[in-house]
Structures are given as structure tokens and as C-alpha cells.
């Protein structure tokens, strides 16, 4: 089994910065997908940035450039750096985890609110 824990959520103005934290444990193993889904209000949850074990990063389209992922393999924690803030980026962020391609894991999630 694997567990995730997220941390770093919270309230921020605009244009303000959050940097989230996952920490994974469990058996894991050295090949995976790490990263970031978050779900606002009354929408799907969808896909922010994964990153998998070999560097390789895929990021949605509305975070580019101001968003970075990044992890450590030897903790099996991945963050999330999360800079010029705007208030759609409102929504419970999920750290998630993917192994054995079909196998995935998420944790409780996070609140990150964007409100001046």
C-alpha cells in the first residue's frame, strides 16, 4: 500500500506564492508518475503537473510558466511551487501517485484559496 500526504495549502492574495508539499510512503518503487490534480467547486478534477521518475514534466495549459513541479526520488516527495496566484487557481489540490501504470494513489488534498 502507499500513502500520501499533502501540505502547504492555505489563503493568499493575488499574485501571491505557495509552495505544496507531498510526502509518499509505502512500498513504492523507483519507477512512477508523481504530481498535482486539483478540483474546484462544482468541477471535474483535472490534471496541474505530473512529474515521472526520469524528469520527464507535463503541465496543463493555465499554470505554465507560473507553476513548477519538482520532486526527490530519495524521499519520494514531490512539491509544488505555485507563484503569481490568481483566484481560479481556487480548488483542493491532490497530491497523486501512479505505478505499475494502472496503479494510483491519491491523498486527503489540500486548500489553497486565492482571494483578496
Known amino acids: 500500500q502507499v500513502q500520501l500526504v499533502e501540505s502547504g495549502g492555505g489563503l493568499v492574495q493575488p499574485g501571491g506564492s505557495l509552495r505544496l508539499s507531498c510526502a509518499a510512503s509505502g512500498n513504492i518503487i523507483s519507477i512512477n508518475t508523481m504530481g498535482w490534480y486539483r478540483q474546484a467547486p462544482g468541477k471535474q478534477r483535472e490534471l496541474v503537473a505530473v512529474m515521472s521518475s526520469v524528469g520527464i514534466t507535463n503541465y496543463a495549459g493555465s499554470v505554465k510558466g507560473r507553476f513548477t513541479i519538482s520532486r526527490d526520488n530519495a524521499k519520494d516527495a514531490v512539491y509544488l511551487q505555485m507563484n503569481s496566484l490568481k483566484p481560479e487557481d481556487t480548488a483542493v489540490y491532490y497530491c497523486?501517485?501512479?505505478?505499475?501504470?494502472?496503479?494510483?494513489?491519491w491523498g486527503q488534498g489540500t486548500q489553497v484559496t486565492v482571494s483578496s
Open positions: 497523486n501517485l501512479v505505478q505499475y501504470r494502472s496503479l494510483s494513489y
